[in-house]
């Protein structure tokens, strides 16, 4: 996968959750908006699964998403009413799973299999599916089905737990995954670190105005 079709992912993960969030806060009768939303996780764990592959430097991506997550979370609290941790730090734990599997030695693999077994008990949102999901993208280009079929099963379990099959229709994200041929254009490094709590902050605003 490119870089431009990378950025094309990276876009639909953010319209896609902005999407989301205009919903839940707005308008939450209004089932589309959340149907349409349910895309952009696994988007974003996508991208995260790939910045892993392709980061030059672990410590200092694995950094950034760590800080963009210690920035957001009190204005994701502000905002939704949340104790939990947001997305951001369900994301830096899925990227250190995925890399300590990837060192290919038996210790790195046992620090991933325990950051999964972990994330079971993690009081993050989206929790061990979140993780599972970031870990599964990691094997997308050599093991689709095995990726797509995992996917299905943690989701499938996940719609059991919230006793809702909305998340279902995160499996549509898949259609997007090879799409971007052609284009010329990258988002800036830091463009969705700042978007996340910027977007909330927004959100925020209009509702204590309107």
Partial sequence: MTREQRTL?????????????????????????????????PLFAFGIAEGVAYTRSFPRYFGRILLAAVVS??????TFGR?????LFMLAWGALAVW????????????AGFLLFAAFWGRVSYGAY????VFLFAIYHQRRAVCFYGQAAITILYCFKTHSTLQ????????????GRGMRQSLPRYALYVFYPL???????????A
């Fill in 9 to 41: 992912v990276q876009v639909f993960a953010a319209l896609t959750m902005l999407v989301d969030h205009i919903g839940l806060i707005f308008f939450p009768n209004q089932i589309w908006l959340r149907a349409v939303g349910r895309l952009s996780f």
């Fill in 83 to 87: 104790a939990d941790g947001n997305p």
């Fill in 100 to 111: 300590c599997w990837r060192q290919e030695t038996a210790a790195g693999r046992t620090a």
């Fill in 130 to 133: 979140g993780v599972w999901t």
């Fill in 168 to 179: 279902m229709l995160s499996l549509f994200a898949f259609g997007i995954l090879g799409s």
């Fill in 73 to 78: 979370q009190p204005i994701y609290q502000l």
């Fill in 199 to 209: 977007h909330l902050l927004a959100l925020w605003g209009i509702r204590m105005v």
